[in-house]
């Protein structure tokens, strides 16, 4: 049976001492894993590399954050804090 129980967790709930880059590759959770990650992501600004196009939920959560895409490669986006860079 492939259904089942997944433990989960928010990144928030680690208490990270310091993060510097964070990967998300989460079959299209990964606006639900930017939510859980939000204290991390304010408090450390590392920069994000996330799996699939971006939503409109996901523009708007980095942009408010002062992200801006850096690069583009395959299926992934690169977003970084403070980046002045044109599209």
């Known amino acids: ?28 959770f990964e606006y639900n894993v930017l939510l859980g990650a939000q204290q991390t992501i304010d408090k450390f600004k590392p920069l994000i590399s996330l799996e699939l196009g971006q939503t409109d939920a996901i523009k708007l959560f980095m942009e408010e954050r002062g992200y801006s895409i850096i690069a583009t490669a395959h299926a992934d986006t ?10």
């Open 1 to 28: 049976d492939s259904l089942g129980i997944i433990p989960t967790l928010m990144v928030d709930d680690l208490d990270l001492p310091s993060c510097d880059f964070i990967m998300l590759d989460t079959e299209g």
């Open 78 to 87: 690169y977003w970084a804090y403070g980046a002045d860079i044109a599209q």
